[in-house]
């Protein structure tokens, strides 16, 4: 199992627009943040690169691209906001190259939510035009499932965002071959309920928001996050989802042992190797359908 952060910034993402503060004008790439997204890689029992993603925000073309990303097999979204759906048409793209749809996981309101967005996804027989679009399948999830998803379980986590139930995951290998332990991917988090702290236990890595120093109604911040980390314990941490308030090298040597900011393109876990790749590609890719 390799799981990547594509992206680890906030809503505006890093650097913002029309904004010249020490953050945003750095040139440290570390501060350049786009939106929160994550890739979960394996290969499978059958011996095939398996790709999956946790949200899918405005920035999922450009981190696709970075990636060299040619195949996504599901999506698991945390929640329902603009920063992390508004990229679900580029999978479209997915669709052509691996010939397949893809399954969406998300809990009721969520999925409530995507197909009243993209409704030309999911109703495409209502557009006026026949035209290129993803095909997704649905799967409404709730806090008691489990999925195991090539060889990857996956929990949700229940968290909440201000007001707003939202879903983390605990990521698993099942493979009796890895060495990757538990990994818990908590973004946009400003409470994590008691019931939750069984699913945070035993961690290699704790993946957590920490959107800026001053307090904010939906989000921990730095402090919250720090302590958050500090009860959990995990052996690792890392914080996502961080406002340009955050600035990597000011920050990150303050923080306590264990602790860090994580970065776009930070990966954690195994080597993958699949024919001397971690990308399965197919010929003939490169055409999209008529749109």
């Not at 027989?125 to 026949?130: K, R, T």
């Not at 302590?227 to 996502?240: G, L």
Request: with cysteine; net charge negative; charged share 20%.
């Amino acid at each position: 199992m390799k799981v990547t952060l594509l992206g680890t910034g906030t809503s505006s993402g890093v650097p913002m627009i029309a904004c010249d503060c020490p953050t945003c004008t750095s040139d440290d790439p570390r501060d350049n943040r786009t939106r929160c997204s994550a890739l979960i890689e394996t290969i499978d029992r059958d011996g095939q690169h398996r790709a999956i993603l946790i949200d899918a925000g405005p920035d999922l073309h450009f981190q696709a691209i970075r990636h060299h990303l040619w195949r996504c097999d599901a999506i698991l979204l945390t929640h329902n906001h603009v920063d992390h759906i508004f990229g679900l048409d580029e999978t479209r793209r997915f669709n052509v190259a691996q010939g397949a749809p893809i399954d969406v996981y998300a809990d009721q309101h969520t999925i409530d939510s995507v197909k009243r967005i993209f409704q030309h996804i999911f109703e495409p027989h209502l557009s006026v035009n026949h035209s290129f679009v993803a095909s997704l399948v649905p799967h409404v999830i709730t806090e008691t499932d489990s999925l195991d998803l090539f060889g990857i379980r996956i929990t949700p986590i229940p968290l909440m965002h201000g007001k707003l139930p939202i879903f983390g995951f605990r990521i698993e290998d099942t493979n009796p071959d890895s060495y990757a332990g538990p990994i818990a991917y908590c973004t946009d988090v400003s409470h994590i309920p008691p019931k939750s702290s069984p699913l945070l236990a035993d961690l290699d890595v704790l993946i957590l928001d920490a959107l800026r120093p001053h307090p904010h109604p939906t989000h921990l911040t730095l402090d919250d996050a720090i302590d958050e980390a500090q009860r959990i314990a995990a052996r690792q941490t890392y914080f996502i989802h961080m406002a340009h308030s955050i600035k990597h090298a000011d920050v990150d040597p303050t923080l306590p042992p264990g602790i860090n900011l994580a970065y776009d393109t930070l990966t954690l876990g195994d080597t993958l190797k699949l024919d001397g790749t971690h990308i399965t590609r197919r010929e003939a890719v490169n055409d999209d359908p008529a749109s």
